[in-house]
């Protein structure tokens, strides 16, 4: 199994509501990203889980909270969002955090996300 | 710092059209060096790939070598077809200490035509 899922696969939400993004693998990768993706333009890295515990944080709002519950998991909390932060959320993995030529990362299809 | 820069797009062709993507870097150390491809609608795809100078990544006819001395990784495809239609991205990858990041370029749309 080389998939990356992701669930939902469009999220509407109002900037009061709470609601979660989730992204499985079953790879036996060790190492989880969250990337925001704006219309036309690349992925933007948000956060890196390393064997569970966050390694990467790139000064993303606390309004986004991740959360690695297990290997297999990653979870993207949000809060009390603006309309700004609509945009396709991808997820992805590797087998660990480190830089080998084995290390590629391998994406889902993303949630795509709009805040009203 | 580490960027990519990648030519403008859309790129509109032919089928069975030659394709070039030219894509150019700037890295601090020695990076790995990729191409995703991204179909409407969905994720992204990792194309191909190289992790050392004059490498050749290739995948369903497309290729890209590596070149140092020009610090380009071009990509490339004889015939290009109307299910090519994308948005493709050059990346590379440097270890951190934090782990494994990607910068991206900023895309390049294809458009394939009958």
């Known amino acids: 199994d080389t998939e990356v899922t992701q669930t939902p696969k469009h999220l509407v939400m109002g900037m009061t509501n709470k609601k979660s993004l989730k992204c499985e693998q079953h790879m036996g990768h060790r190492a989880m990203y969250w990337y925001k993706q704006k219309a036309k333009k690349p992925p933007e890295l948000m956060f890196v889980?390393?064997?569970?515990?966050?390694?990467i944080n790139e000064s993303v709002p606390s309004r986004f909270s991740p959360e690695c519950p297990n290997s297999s998991l990653l979870n993207l909390h949000l809060h009390a969002l603006q309309p700004e932060d609509s945009a396709l959320y991808l997820c992805a993995s590797s087998q660990d955090g480190a830089g080998g030529s084995y290390n590629e990362q391998f994406f889902g299809p993303g949630t795509r996300l709009t805040v009203l | 710092g580490n960027s990519v820069t990648q030519m403008e797009g859309p790129v509109t062709l032919s089928e069975e059209a030659f394709l070039t993507i030219n894509c150019t870097y700037t890295?601090?150390?020695?990076?790995?060096l990729f191409w995703y491809v991204q179909y409407p609608g969905e994720g992204l795809q990792l194309l191909l790939k190289a992790t050392k100078a004059d490498d050749k990544g290739s995948n369903k006819g497309f290729e890209a070598t590596y070149r140092k001395e020009t610090t380009s990784f071009h990509l490339e495809k004889g015939s290009v077809q109307v299910s090519d239609s994308a948005v493709y991205f050059c990346?590379?990858?440097?270890?951190?200490?934090?782990?494994?990041?990607?910068?991206f370029g900023t895309g390049t749309q294809l458009k394939v035509e009958l």
């Open positions: 990346a590379l990858r440097i270890l951190t200490g934090g782990g494994n990041k990607l910068t």
């Open positions: 889980y390393s064997y569970e515990k966050l390694s």
């Open positions: 890295a601090t150390g020695y990076p790995s």
